[in-house]
């Protein structure tokens, strides 16, 4: 594997299926669309941050860490999963959620994602800033720093784009898996899209298949930031993993594809695009997508295809990243 001299911890129940919904290509009338299913990694649910932790949980081993701090938003799919990352390799586990979404009811505070990092015994912290990444960050340096004047070895896992994105490695290996997958199911895909919000699942496929000889495009669709935003973001960290993975070709412009189109409001925010993706997903397929990622990636899947933009694309593969316990933080879905 292209990862091999990272350290790593094991965590995800990989490989994923590939899928092809038969159901949703046919309503759609379009392209045939196959689903990864990152959403079955195991782990409190699964989900994307399986692969993405088993490299930050690979250095905080090495580096004989006793817990793990980490931040994002309430309804995260990141902390949830890190919670049990850390519980699986006995550790203690702190996380910090941040004020992201406005007006939601308390089933969003309260069921769900929250739940669960309750339930898994995780002490929470709260950060009143929901778009400060590098503040938010800052601040579990900070309590790292307490906790190792209490004797503690912290190893705190890091959002904002300037830090080292060690998760992408986990979308490299899927890059590797699912080239795999397609040659031995002797499907020809002609397109990958993903939700594209830090970025690292995003990069880490496009390093991975280039850096593998794919030129298959990969379209993010963005679920936090505005697509000028989310460019530099993306293409930045893509060179950057490509490098690390010791790749000597060139990521280029034109191999970061993105669209914002079913964005608005913002993040974990609904609109009529993302409700009729999410039902359309579970009516035609009993396939479970939530708000935050994986029903607004489906949404901008349905965009895309609609427009005619991805006209000439036979079969398009889309990644399921998870996020399911979210759907209990939207009680107005179901009316």
């Not at 409190?44 to 938003?73: C, H, P, W």
């Not at 699986?88 to 004020?99: G, N, S, T």
């Not at 295809?305 to 009680?331: C, M, N, Q, S």
Request: aromatic share 8%; charged share 25%; with cysteine.
């Amino acid at each position: 594997m292209l990862t091999d001299k990272f350290p790593r911890a094991i965590l995800a129940h990989t490989p994923t299926p590939i899928e092809h919904l038969k159901n949703l290509s046919r309503e759609l009338g379009g392209p045939e669309i196959w689903v990864k299913r990152d959403d079955n990694t195991g782990l409190a649910f699964g989900g994307n941050k399986a692969r993405q932790l088993e490299y930050y949980m690979g250095e905080a081993v090495e580096q004989g860490a006793d817990t793990i701090l980490i931040t994002s938003a309430v309804q995260s799919n990141y902390l949830r999963s890190a919670v049990a990352a850390a519980r699986k390799y006995a550790m203690d586990v702190e996380v910090q959620l941040e004020e992201r979404v406005p007006d939601r009811p308390e089933e969003y505070y309260r069921s769900g994602n929250p739940y669960l990092m309750r339930l898994m015994g995780a002490k929470l912290h709260s950060y009143p800033v929901g778009e400060d990444e590098e503040g938010a960050d800052n601040a579990m340096f900070e309590r790292a720093e307490e906790l190792k004047k209490e004797g503690k070895n912290a190893y705190v896992v890091p959002l904002a784009g300037t830090h080292t994105p060690l998760g992408a490695f986990g979308y490299v290996d899927c890059a590797e898996e699912l080239l795999g997958q397609i040659k031995e199911q002797t499907i020809d895909i002609d397109l990958v899209v993903t939700a594209s919000g830090s970025g690292t699942t995003h990069t880490g496929l496009v390093a991975g298949l280039r850096a593998l000889g794919s030129q298959v495009p990969v379209y993010g669709i963005c679920v936090r930031r505005d697509k000028n935003a989310q460019f530099d973001r993306v293409f930045d960290k893509s060179k950057l993993v490509a490098e690390m993975i010791g790749w000597d070709g060139e990521i280029v412009a034109d191999d970061i594809k993105l669209t914002d189109a079913t964005l608005a409001p913002g993040y974990g925010q609904l609109n009529p695009a993302v409700k009729e993706a999410i039902n359309l997903a579970a009516k035609s397929e009993g396939l479970l997508v939530d708000p935050v990622y994986t029903g607004k990636a489906l949404a901008g899947l349905i965009q895309l295809i609609r427009t005619g933009e991805v006209a000439d694309k036979k079969r398009i593969l889309f990644i399921h990243t998870g996020g399911t316990p979210a759907l209990f933080g939207y009680p107005e879905l179901v009316e």
